[in-house]
């Protein structure tokens, strides 16, 4: 089948391939994202299912009432974002930089590790370190720096500090990849012509690095605009974020087409971000 | 400034530089890595708390073991079964899905990768879809959707379904196509194709040319994405949550709950057992990569 589609049995056969996986999109991905768009311009009914007649109440509503938590999902997914960045792009630099591949494999493997293990697991784990009683405050407060243990969970900063724990391989990955196919070379050049290390850095590795930290920023941003378990186990009421307010909607005494209505704004910021991510964030392949 | 006090100032930067090169990654080693050595060292802890080292034990294990989480409290005792029987209920969720996925994702990769039909490219984009969008948004859609097919079922024959093991197999096969998808097609773009001309210039027919040359080449392609679809069926949370029923309970579904109300001191060592068990999945999956790369 060295060129399936050349025979009219090739292609049968083409379609016989896509057919099984294509139809499951459709049925239970495509149709259900269908069913929730169109429940957005409906009215909410008994029980909170979606009636007639089409209304734009519910997107008014969703900018109006939850417009600050919106908002404020927006800043926390970015600050997360920023801070993977910071975070991210050095130690990306130090492990491509490393000249034994196995250090290198073996560096980026404990930055995968965590990842692998479960989400909830790795939440919880950050929570019994975060906690009132938890080792970080014991520990502050036997060095001295504190009287009263900090409330330090339940807050927007808490959200921060699970979204960049539980993202930032995301980050570490594409901006890895980027930076172990820059050629020093250029780098050296660079130095050779004048430049110190800070403008060698911002006139010549950034910008040839460039689209592994807009990949990365992407892929750190999309799931932490969604997230719904680290803000719901750290971060409280104070901490609320989007996938929270769609999780409420669509409970016991939900209201399914405003759940639905923030949801299609959510997909919206998505999107955005995959445009950007498809348009930037992919080296030319060469 | 002249030359030499310039040349000073970029080597002490230079200097800077290499130090914070090597304070940052240290720093985000120890982030990713004390709360769960924390979590670990702790499930051997002599007592209830996560922050005071009371001595070592395995009591916590041996709890689990025994059918008798939190000694002394009936409602805590049954744990360990409901916790088996979440761990059986993840096992065959996940085992389903991704045998399914596994098989129907390979076939769309296949066919993505050496296909020549209309609307491909459009296909192709619209399967990176359930990589990109919330889980959230999935696992909502799909409660919605399910809910109105139960009522249009309902209507017609007058049985009311409900939510278990279908819906919540069905929700993770349609993320998990996606990703055995891109795994295998990863695969295939390295696999020569000159083989496969080969084997048809001597005669073989479709079915031989697949099973004697394509698969058995595929094969480390596909056990990494089955692999993969394994880990994110057994992993998933929030999709689960909005398509499970009563008594299909998974294993995240469970520590939610128990993180949700009370929070029992056995949960650090179902916590370590957890992490056990993704690293021998891990360890699994690398060998077969390694057994792949040299093949």
């Not at chain 1, 056969?13 to 495509?30: D, H, K, Q």
């Not at chain 2, 066919?111 to 909502?140: H, S």
């Not at chain 2, 773009?189 to 697949?210: C, H, I, K, V």
Request: charged share 15%.
């Amino acid at each position: 089948m060295a060129r399936v589609g050349t025979t009219p049995g090739d292609k049968r056969r083409a379609f016989g391939l896509v057919g099984p996986a294509t139809f499951w999109l459709i049925a239970f991905f495509l149709l259900p994202l269908v069913f929730v768009a169109v429940a957005s311009f409906m009215s909410r009914g008994s029980g909170g299912a979606p009636v007639m007649p089409v209304t734009l109440d519910q997107y008014s509503r969703t900018f109006t009432v939850f417009g600050p938590v919106i908002w404020r999902s927006l800043q926390v997914a970015a600050i997360t974002t920023a801070i993977s960045l910071l975070l991210g792009y050095p130690l990306a630099f130090f492990i491509s930089r490393r000249r034994d591949p196995r250090v290198r494999l073996l560096l980026l493997f404990l930055v995968l590790l965590p990842f692998w293990t479960n989400f909830l697991v790795r939440t919880y784990a950050l929570i019994t370190i975060m906690q009132r009683d938890g080792l970080l405050n014991s520990l502050l407060e036997r060095l001295g720096f504190i009287v009263e243990p900090l409330q330090m969970l339940f807050t927007s900063g808490a959200v921060i500090i699970g979204l960049v724990y539980g993202y930032l391989p995301f980050m570490v990955l594409p901006i890895y990849a980027s930076v172990e196919r820059l050629d020093m070379r250029y780098v050296e050049a660079a130095n050779d012509l004048g430049a110190n290390d800070v403008r060698a850095f911002w006139k010549v590795i950034l910008p040839l690095t460039l689209p592994g930290v807009i990949a990365g920023c992407i892929l750190v941003f999309i799931p932490a605009i969604g997230a719904f378990v680290t803000p719901d186990l750290m971060g409280g009421t104070r901490g609320l974020m989007i996938g929270n307010l769609i999780q409420s909607q669509f409970g016991g005494r939900g209201n399914i087409p405003l759940g639905s209505a923030i949801s299609m704004v959510l997909l919206v910021v998505v999107f955005i971000g995959v445009l950007i991510y498809t348009r930037w964030g992919q080296e030319e392949q060469s | 400034m002249n030359r030499s006090g310039r040349l000073r100032r970029d080597l002490a930067l230079r200097r800077v530089s290499k130090v914070a090169l090597w304070v940052n990654p240290f720093i985000v080693y120890l982030f990713l890595w004390i709360p769960i050595v924390v979590l670990v060292v702790f499930s051997f802890n002599d007592g209830a708390s996560v922050s005071v080292w009371n001595g070592f034990t395995t009591v916590w294990y041996e709890n689990i073991i025994n059918n008798s989480i939190t000694a002394g409290s009936e409602s805590a005792r049954f744990q360990t079964g409901l916790l088996l029987l979440a761990v059986r209920n993840s096992l065959i969720v996940a085992g389903v899905a991704t045998l399914l996925s596994t098989i129907i994702g390979t076939m769309l990769a296949l066919a993505l990768a050496r296909g020549r039909f209309f609307g491909r490219k459009t296909l192709d984009a619209l399967f990176y879809l359930p990589v990109v969008i919330p889980d959230i948004t999935q696992g909502v859609a799909l409660a919605v959707f399910f809910n109105l097919a139960f009522d249009a079922v309902q209507r017609l024959i007058g049985v009311r379904l409900v939510p278990g093991f279908a819906t919540i197999i069905i929700a993770h096969i349609a993320f998990n196509i996606s990703y055995v998808m891109i795994v295998v097609r990863a695969r295939l773009a390295t696999m020569d194709p000159s083989l496969e001309e080969a084997g048809r210039d001597l005669g073989a027919n479709y079915q031989q040319t697949f099973w004697r040359i394509t698969f058995p080449i595929l094969l480390p392609g596909v056990l990494a994405g089955s692999l993969l679809a394994f880990t994110l069926s057994l992993d998933d949370f929030v999709i689960t949550f909005f398509n499970a029923g009563v008594g299909t309970t998974t294993l995240p579904l469970f520590v939610y709950g128990m993180l949700k109300q009370r929070v029992p001191p056995e949960i650090n060592a179902i916590s370590t057992l957890m992490i056990a068990a993704s690293i021998v999945l891990i360890g699994l999956s690398l060998l077969l990569q390694r057994r792949g790369a040299n093949s």
